[in-house]
């Protein structure tokens, strides 16, 4: 009756063994280290950047820790600030000789403590945030008119382009704040331009129109849906652009998300600079075409190092080599719609580039004028230029799809689609709010909130196993396991820990020991009513389930009502709250009665259980009751 099967004890085991083995690597704390990352967006880091790193730490006589490839970045850890410190001048003395032009960032930091047996399984640490931790907050301001006057700019070239492509004459094209007035000398070349303007453009809506000086015109204005459209695309693709700045930079757990309908939340733990982070989210990229000048000055100019020739400068390609391109730029990041990674007709890497209609026009153009050529793509960075590419062209490009091949892998064309990509932002941001959170703040938060958490639990124990005296204490280990359990999941899922999620833990620990509560008392009660031990233990869990299950399933709708809805902390706490539930009803019902049973459950003639007192009813109606204490019979 009382009895687990061997399977469902191993499984209780394997549990608990892995919300051992994920939720250790809190308790060791954090180390300093160094961080080394790319400061531009053609420069990457691999394995030869960790023995670069290794041998320069060497011959500054710091030792590290270790020195690993950690994603895009390279950590060395430390054992005290001193070394930290020793270790980022020599770094950035051997990394950046050009100071004015650093190519590497090299940032403080802190990392895990630890062992690398834990860190092989892929064990970490949650993450603190920005309450816990210290850092920089910002929330920014998207300029939406801004995104939707660029739309209407390009779709200005886009009809343009339309009507020369059929030989349709127009007497001018005028924007007028989110519409485009196109004039016309007559009826019927209006009545000619309309359909194709309607079917070429779908996310304007033409109606019929007359100027003031009496010009036929048609007006096509934004429709709403397009407009929100626009908006939306502008907002992931600057929350897009945000996130490729900060990771190249290498700030550990950003935090990057959407408030409302244009404003963007940016929270950059770890950073106490404010004027460094300023630096980081306002990094401007920019992309420009240009055709190498393969004139024989110009090759000279190349090997020997000389003057290059007038009208032409000098760039370096991402693997050093310097390149000969023309001043005169051929088309801008501004005509290019999307960039994604492929494979070519010889199955090797490749980018396909995606052009708006006058890229288009304009690329068809060039390219059939320069066959045989070759033509750079530039990524502009704080005034920099360096050429991620230099394909030769094979032939006439047309209809605004390219690609961009030539021996590459197809990590390299991955990394070349994102950085032509994400190169700028769609619209202007204005920080609006700047907010600075010191690392004693937060050092006080965290130790405030473990202390809410260790007293919280510590009362919850002692009531518990006063008031219900073994069975408490099976209820006190059930409660342990499902903090470690939570702790543990948080871990695997490098969540984000901040005060919200502190209280999360806290009230999860308080409603886990409510399903505790019904399955003691519902034993009681069968106690009471005269059932056998084994059969009260048996009837308790089983009767109570009901109960148990409708309470959490109430609870985990109002927890993803939070999380589909709300934004920030809001999400946090609802994502603790939701996991805290889960594993609540895995330890208050499937492990503790895993230990009722291994406690009781081999006893045939069980006379009694340690649940604390059970009151009992006198068989007459009208005596006072009585009072069973310890063992309940």
């Given at each position: 009756m009382n009895r687990y099967p061997l399977w469902k004890y191993l499984i209780i085991a394997l549990a608990v063994f892995i919300g051992l083995m994920y939720s250790l690597p809190n308790v060791f704390g954090e180390a300093p280290a160094v961080q080394?990352?790319?400061?531009?967006?053609?420069?990457?880091?691999?394995?030869?950047?960790?023995?670069?790193?290794?041998?320069?730490?060497?011959?500054?006589?710091?030792?590290?820790?270790?020195?690993?490839?950690?994603?895009?970045?390279?950590?060395?850890?430390?054992?005290?600030?001193?070394?930290?410190?020793?270790?980022?001048?020599?770094?950035?003395?051997?990394?950046?000789?050009?100071?004015?032009d650093p190519r590497y960032i090299v940032a403080l930091n802190l990392v895990s403590r630890s062992p690398q047996w834990l860190r092989s399984l892929h064990a970490h640490p949650m993450f603190l945030g920005l309450d816990l931790r210290g850092g920089v907050h910002f929330l920014m301001q998207v300029d939406m008119k801004a995104a939707l006057t660029q739309k209407v700019e390009s779709l200005a070239g886009d009809v343009r382009t339309l009507l020369r492509d059929k030989d349709i004459r127009h007497s001018g094209i005028r924007r007028d704040d989110k519409a485009l007035t196109v004039r016309f000398?007559?009826?019927?070349?209006?009545?000619?331009?309309?359909?194709?303007?309607?079917?070429?453009?779908?996310?304007?809506?033409?109606?019929?129109?007359?100027?003031?000086?009496?010009?036929?015109?048609?007006?096509?204005?934004?429709?709403?849906?397009?407009?929100?459209?626009?908006?939306?695309?502008?907002?992931?693709?600057?929350?897009t652009t945000l996130h490729n700045r900060i990771n190249e930079l290498g700030v550990s757990e950003p935090v990057i998300q959407q408030q409302g309908l244009d404003r963007v939340v940016v929270q950059l733990p770890g950073v106490q600079d404010t004027a460094k982070a300023k630096d980081i989210i306002g990094r401007t990229a920019?992309?420009?075409?240009?055709?190498?000048?393969e004139s024989a000055e110009a090759q000279s100019a190349q090997l020997s190092g000389g003057?290059?020739?007038?009208?032409?400068?000098?760039?370096?390609?991402?693997?050093?080599?310097?390149?000969?391109?023309?001043?005169?730029?051929?088309l801008t990041g501004d005509n290019l719609t999307d960039a994604q990674p492929g494979f070519d007709e010889n199955q090797e890497g490749a980018v396909h580039l995606t052009l708006d209609a006058r890229g288009a026009r304009i690329f068809r153009d060039v390219t059939r004028e320069n066959v045989g050529k070759r033509m750079a793509i530039i990524l502009f960075e704080k005034g920099k230029g360096e050429v991620v590419t230099a394909p030769v062209i094979r032939a006439e490009i047309?209809?605004?799809?390219?690609?961009?091949?030539g021996r590459m892998s197809t990590e390299e064309a991955a990394d070349t689609a994102l950085l032509l990509r994400a190169g700028s932002l769609a619209a202007p941001m204005e920080i609006i709010e700047e907010r600075t959170v010191g690392p004693s703040l937060g050092a006080e938060n965290i130790a405030q909130g473990f202390s809410s958490l260790v007293y919280g639990f510590a009362a919850i124990a002692v009531f518990m196993v006063f008031y219900y005296l073994l069975f408490g204490v099976f209820s006190t280990v059930a409660l342990s396991v499902n903090l470690l359990l939570l702790i543990a999941m948080l871990s695997m899922l490098q969540a984000t820990l901040t005060l919200p999620g502190i209280a999360a833990i806290a009230l999860t620990l308080g409603m886990a020991i409510d399903s505790n509560v019904l399955i003691n008392e519902r034993v009681r009660?069968?106690?009471?009513?005269?059932?056998?031990?084994?059969?009260?233990?048996?009837?308790?869990?089983?009767?109570?389930?009901?109960?148990?299950?409708?309470?959490?399933?109430?609870?985990?709708?109002?927890?993803?009502?939070?999380?589909?809805?709300?934004?920030g902390p809001v999400r946090g706490f609802a994502v603790v709250h939701c996991l805290g539930i889960l594993t609540s009803m895995f330890s208050?019902?499937?492990?503790?009665?895993?230990?009722?049973?291994?406690?009781?459950?081999?006893?045939?003639?069980?006379?009694?259980?340690?649940?604390?007192?059970?009151?009992?009813?006198?068989?007459?109606?009208t005596a006072p009751a009585t009072v069973s204490t310890g063992q309940a019979e």
């Open positions: 080394l990352s790319s400061g531009k967006a053609t420069v990457k880091l691999d394995a030869d950047a960790v023995k670069r790193v290794q041998s320069v730490l060497e011959t500054a006589g710091v030792q590290a820790d270790f020195v690993e490839l950690d994603g895009t970045s390279v950590r060395a850890r430390f054992k005290d600030t001193d070394a930290q410190i020793k270790a980022r001048d020599a770094l950035s003395r051997a990394f950046n000789p050009d100071a004015a000398r007559d009826e019927a070349t209006r009545q000619a331009a309309r359909p194709l303007l309607q079917d070429g453009l779908v996310d304007l809506l033409w109606t019929d129109g007359t100027d003031a000086s009496g010009d036929l015109t048609l007006v096509g204005a934004l429709k709403p849906q397009s407009e929100r459209s626009i908006q939306e695309q502008a907002l992931k693709q600057n929350i920019t992309l420009e075409v240009r055709m190498v000048d003057l290059v020739p007038f009208g032409s400068e000098r760039y370096l390609e991402r693997s050093g080599v310097p390149i000969i391109v023309k001043r005169q730029v051929v047309g209809g605004g799809r390219v690609q961009i091949s009660e069968e106690l009471r009513n005269g059932a056998a031990p084994q059969s009260a233990i048996a009837a308790g869990y089983e009767h109570a389930w009901a109960t148990i299950l409708d309470s959490n399933v109430t609870t985990l709708i109002a927890g993803l009502s939070l999380l589909a809805f709300g934004s208050a019902v499937f492990f503790s009665r895993g230990l009722v049973n291994l406690w009781y459950g081999r006893q045939k003639k069980l006379k009694g259980v340690s649940i604390g007192q059970v009151w009992k009813p006198q068989a007459s109606t």
